[in-house]
């Protein structure tokens, strides 16, 4: 099982950008997806998930109301939506992905298992 993601850019403060999760070798159903970011000399932390199955979404304080994540079932494929893009977004952002993510651990990295390689998202002021 493998995740792709993709759709990082360099964009200017204010712009937005889609980024795409998809999964191979599976389908992301009974997952929880997540979207996590980690910027230079930075711990990586979380960004968004959604539970696949109820589509329960979560974000952190910071993109609350300019992210959005959301799912495509027939292309198998996690967006994040990511809109009014501050350079303080600017990061490489990765999306993971496992089953069986207990709430409370929804925006822990260590409980998620499969990852995609990182797409970088660079906003200039």
């Known amino acids: 099982v493998q995740l792709q993601a993709s759709g990082g850019g360099l964009v200017q403060a204010g712009a937005s950008l889609r980024l795409s999760c998809a999964m191979s070798?599976?389908?992301?159903?009974?997952?929880?997806v997540a979207w996590f970011r980690q910027a230079p000399g930075k711990e990586r932390e979380f960004v968004a998930a959604i539970r696949w199955n109820s589509a329960l979404t979560s974000y952190e304080d910071s993109v609350k109301g300019r992210f959005t994540i959301s799912k495509d079932n027939a292309k198998n494929t996690v967006y994040l939506q990511m809109n009014s893009l501050k350079p303080e977004d600017t990061a490489v952002y990765y999306c993971a992905a496992d089953r069986g993510v207990i709430l409370s651990s929804t925006r822990d990295d260590r409980a998620y298992d499969i990852w995609g390689q990182g797409t970088q998202v660079t906003v200039s002021s």
């Open positions: 070798g599976d389908t992301f159903r009974g997952y929880v």
